[in-house]
């Protein structure tokens, strides 16, 4: 066992969210701030108890005066996915840096990623997630990074092992069905196998249904110690086990082969690190930004062997309901997941988490939910994991 003193010392005691939209005439920085209060009041605490500050974007710093917040103790700025975020919360809380953390993701369309946002006059000039437009790999044609790698990979998958498109598709249509059930979705219409197949083809063989959907909104969360947590909420979410990883070379365009990324590095330390494994879990939340990374995690921390994701999600189908339920009880990202929800980017896969253990998940409600596993990001630079229980 991995040496992991940090287990279950830290739980999730706010949660909130502003639900997420294609069609947003608001600012990011309204978005964040309805979310960040609203986790703050869910919480039980006043602002002036929030010492800690972690997020995306905008900066930590720019949300402590945008909030009003008197003072804090630890701030800072993480990139996505969110899981960065989560882990520089529970180590400053860990380290006694901050008692109260609020931890924050936004998601604001920009022309990197929408159509819709590049024709929008107050947006043409943002770059990625925000930043300042210039020129730079995700706008340059040549280049493998970015989306465009995650096909090529995607290609040499279905060539090393057979796997048909509509292994692809049981991963959008899974999202879609559970999508219906959550009214913080962007894309709840429903979606059968025959109109995947029938789908815009982006990048063979990716169809626009394989990826992830650009919207507005934000996620929100309150962190505090597992001993503070238990006198604000009678049903705090403890942090089991939590990591992240890559490893050398990470560029898209110069990884090994499908058996040498990020993930078998997270799977191999998340499961050193936790109690709590596959077997054992009562939801699951593989990333989905492209539905070809989800039959990778899948099949990276165990579920089944190397080039069986496929089979395995069809295995698993359940015909009635029209969506995954791993041996006819683990749901798979039943809030709607990237693909069907929106891109957080990890954030909606941890606040779906959070909500199902606390049992306020109203109709998609899985029964009893006590353990939750997730494993957000993709497998260049930015794989993670994350075990999450029910105190």
Same mark, same amino acid.
């Given at each position: 066992?991995?040496?992991?003193?940090?287990?279950?010392?830290?739980?999730?005691?706010?949660?909130?969210?502003?639900?997420?939209?294609?069609?947003?005439?608001?600012?990011?920085?309204?978005?964040?701030?309805?979310?960040?209060?609203?986790?703050?009041?869910?919480?039980?605490?006043?602002?002036?108890?929030?010492?800690?500050?972690?997020?995306?974007?905008?900066?930590?710093?720019?949300?402590?005066?945008?909030?009003?917040?008197?003072?804090?103790?630890?701030?800072?700025?993480?990139?996505?996915?969110?899981?960065?975020?989560?882990?520089?919360?529970?180590?400053?809380?860990?380290?006694?840096?901050?008692?109260? /953390?609020?931890?924050? =993701?936004?998601?604001?369309?920009?022309?990197?990623?929408?159509?819709? #946002? &590049?024709?929008? @006059? %107050?947006?043409?000039?943002?770059?990625?997630?925000?930043?300042?437009?210039?020129?730079?790999?995700?706008?340059?044609?040549?280049?493998?990074?970015?989306?465009?790698?995650?096909?090529?990979?995607?290609?040499?998958?279905?060539?090393?092992?057979? /796997?048909?498109?509509? =292994?692809?598709?049981?991963?959008?249509?899974?999202?879609?069905?559970? #999508? &219906?059930?959550? @009214? %913080?979705?962007?894309?709840?219409?429903?979606?059968?196998?025959?109109?995947?197949?029938?789908?815009?083809?982006?990048?063979?063989?990716?169809?626009?249904?394989?990826?992830?959907?650009?919207?507005?909104?934000?996620?929100?969360?309150?962190?505090?110690?597992?001993?503070?947590?238990?006198?604000?909420?009678?049903?705090?979410?403890?942090?089991? #086990? &939590?990591?992240?990883?890559?490893?050398?070379?990470?560029?898209?365009?110069?990884?090994?082969?499908?058996?040498?990324?990020?993930?078998?590095?997270?799977?191999?330390?998340?499961?050193?690190?936790?109690?709590?494994?596959?077997?054992?879990?009562?939801?699951?939340?593989?990333?989905?930004?492209?539905?070809?990374?989800?039959?990778?995690?899948?099949?990276?921390?165990?579920?089944?062997?190397?080039?069986?994701?496929?089979?395995?999600?069809?295995?698993?189908?359940?015909?009635?309901?029209?969506?995954?339920?791993?041996?006819?009880?683990?749901?798979?990202?039943?809030?709607?997941?990237?693909?069907?929800?929106?891109?957080?980017?990890?954030?909606?896969?941890?606040?779906?988490?959070?909500?199902?253990?606390?049992?306020?998940?109203?109709?998609?409600?899985?029964?009893?939910?006590?353990?939750?596993?997730?494993?957000?990001?993709?497998?260049?630079?930015?794989?993670?994991?994350?075990?999450?229980?029910?105190?």
């Amino acid at each position: 066992m991995a040496r992991n003193p940090i287990k279950d010392q830290i739980a999730i005691v706010g949660v909130a969210s502003t639900g997420f939209t294609r069609e947003g005439t608001r600012s990011r920085d309204s978005l964040v701030a309805e979310a960040c209060i609203a986790a703050i009041r869910d919480a039980g605490v006043s602002k002036q108890e929030i010492d800690g500050v972690c997020g995306t974007l905008p900066s930590a710093h720019r949300v402590v005066s945008m909030l009003g917040l008197p003072e804090v103790t630890h701030y800072a700025t993480q990139p996505p996915p969110y899981v960065f975020t989560i882990e520089d919360a529970m180590n400053a809380i860990f380290a006694g840096s901050a008692d109260v /953390v609020l931890a924050y =993701h936004a998601m604001f369309r920009s022309p990197a990623v929408s159509r819709s #946002a &590049a024709g929008d @006059p %107050l947006r043409r000039n943002i770059g990625w997630a925000g930043a300042p437009a210039g020129r730079d790999w995700r706008f340059d044609p040549e280049s493998v990074e970015g989306s465009v790698g995650y096909t090529a990979w995607a290609s040499r998958y279905i060539h090393e092992y057979g /796997v048909r498109r509509e =292994h692809l598709g049981y991963v959008a249509v899974n999202d879609r069905t559970n #999508a &219906a059930a959550n @009214p %913080l979705a962007a894309m709840r219409e429903p979606m059968t196998m025959e109109d995947y197949l029938g789908a815009r083809m982006v990048r063979d063989p990716l169809c626009i249904l394989d990826m992830d959907v650009p919207v507005d909104g934000a996620d929100a969360f309150v962190l505090t110690t597992a001993e503070l947590a238990r006198d604000l909420t009678d049903t705090p979410v403890l942090i089991h #086990a &939590a990591t992240t990883g890559t490893s050398a070379p990470n560029e898209e365009d110069q990884i090994r082969d499908l058996h040498h990324h990020g993930q078998q590095v997270v799977a191999r330390e998340l499961r050193e690190k936790s109690d709590i494994w596959i077997p054992d879990v009562d939801v699951y939340f593989p990333y989905d930004g492209f539905s070809f990374i989800t039959l990778s995690w899948i099949e990276n921390v165990g579920w089944c062997g190397p080039g069986e994701g496929g089979a395995f999600v069809e295995s698993h189908w359940d015909k009635e309901a029209n969506r995954i339920l791993i041996d006819g009880r683990i749901p798979v990202n039943p809030h709607g997941g990237a693909l069907s929800e929106g891109g957080t980017q990890g954030s909606g896969h941890v606040r779906e988490a959070v909500v199902q253990l606390r049992g306020q998940a109203g109709d998609r409600q899985v029964p009893d939910a006590r353990t939750a596993f997730l494993t957000p990001g993709g497998f260049f630079f930015n794989a993670q994991g994350l075990v999450l229980r029910r105190d």
